[in-house]
Nanobody, 125 residues
Framework: QVQLVESGGGLVQAGGSLTLSCAAS????????MGWFRQAPGKEREFVAG????????TYANYAEGRFTISRDNAKNTVHLQMNSLKPEDTAVYYC??????????????????WGQGTQVTVSS
């Protein structure tokens, strides 16, 4: 079992930045690939970014490429999502998730076994 707790969400103006964090507890953190997903009202949950167990490999959704950066610190059992140049369409609940250490990094929610409770990100225009 892995427990995940997100933090760092909030209200930000368009063009601003936020950093989301996810703290993990339970099984060894480095056993898992990690991902960030988001879900806006009335929409399906979608992939944002993923990182492999070592942190050496990352992958991003097209809309996140160049604006968002995922990173992890296995010594601190944390994963982060740095979000820059935020847009109103980035408004959503953001979720941290843990998967088996697949290669390549998986982008579908079904491949992730553990989920946090989510943190709200609201970008005002």
């Amino acid at each position: 079992q892995v427990q995940l707790v997100e933090s760092g969400g909030g209200l930000v103006q368009a063009g601003g930045s936020l950093t989301l964090s996810c703290a993990a507890s339970g099984r060894p953190f480095s056993d898992y690939g990690m991902g960030w997903f988001r879900q806006a009202p009335g929409k399906e949950r979608e992939f944002v970014a993923g990182i492999n167990w070592s942190g050496r490999q990352t992958t991003y959704a097209n809309y996140a490429e160049g604006r968002f950066t995922i990173s992890r610190d296995n010594a601190k059992n944390t994963v982060h999502l740095q979000m820059n140049s935020l847009k109103p369409e980035d408004t959503a609940v953001y979720y941290c998730a843990a998967s088996r250490p697949y290669y390549p990094i998986r982008t579908q929610p079904i491949d992730y076994d553990y989920w946090g409770q989510g943190t709200q990100v609201t970008v005002s225009s």
